[in-house]
């Protein structure tokens, strides 16, 4: 079992460029999440989603966007990137919702350096 | 605001010591609190989760308390060995909405 897997690890963006951060698990979890972690602070939820085709946002959506066609699939736009969100992305998922005492699977994360 | 504090912010301990971390919380309602373990570039790995209801929780060398009436845990390593060298993050869920509210973490180094 892969678990999460996330791509690429590490990437360097130019100011205004876009791209996807990949994400994608073998556990069918219908729950996915994606979360920053900035140096020296917690993380902070992005973007989540319940199921395929259901996504919502979290604490720090702006500049971002998601999608999920499938269960298994959960990628990350940046859209015009901005130093700003140079920063480490994670991916994570669990069966169900957080407010039950159910495990969440991170992936290894992506490291996104904005110049 | 829904707020973890986590102390120290870092620690130097040597190998085969046993060392206490702290997390104090103010987040309402409470669900859950989670420890987490994260090494140096990679994800956080789940070591315990604790239920209102549960005060106490092992994980191998690794035992969390949960005293929710003062909204404190903690996180016991026995025997610590040079492989626990990492993060530890403290994780607090409230049963309203979808959000985790983390800690900063404490940094563990365990030195030969």
């Known amino acids: 079992n892969a678990g999460v897997t996330q791509t690429p690890k590490f990437h360097i963006l130019k100011i205004g460029q876009s791209m996807t951060l990949q994400c994608t698990q073998d556990m069918n979890h219908n729950y996915m999440y994606w979360y920053r972690q900035d140096p020296g602070m917690g993380l902070k939820l992005i973007y989540y989603s319940v199921g395929a085709g259901i996504t919502d946002k979290g604490e720090v959506p702006n500049g971002y966007n998601v999608s999920r066609s499938t269960t298994e699939d959960f990628p990350l736009r940046l859209e015009l990137a901005a130093p700003s969100q140079t920063s480490v992305y994670f991916c994570?998922?669990?069966?169900?919702?957080?407010?039950?005492?159910?495990?969440?699977?991170f992936g290894a994360g992506s490291r996104l350096t904005v110049l | 605001k829904n707020q973890v504090e986590q102390s120290p912010q870092s620690l130097i301990i040597l190998e085969g010591k046993n060392c206490t971390l702290q997390c104090n919380y103010t987040v309402s309602p409470f669900s859950n609190l989670r420890w987490y373990k994260q090494d140096t570039g990679r994800g956080p790995v789940s070591l315990t989760i604790m239920t209102f209801s549960e005060n106490t929780k092992s994980n191998g060398r690794y035992t969390a308390t949960l005293d929710a009436d003062t909204k404190q845990s903690s996180l016991h390593i026995t025997a610590s060995q040079l492989s626990d060298s990492a993060s530890y993050i403290c994780?607090?869920?409230?049963?309203?909405?979808?959000?985790?509210?983390f800690g900063k973490g404490t940094s563990l180094l365990v030195t030969p």
């Open positions: 994570a998922s669990s069966s169900s919702g957080v407010g039950g005492a159910n495990v969440l699977t």
């Open positions: 994780v607090v869920t409230s049963n309203s909405g979808y959000a985790l509210n």
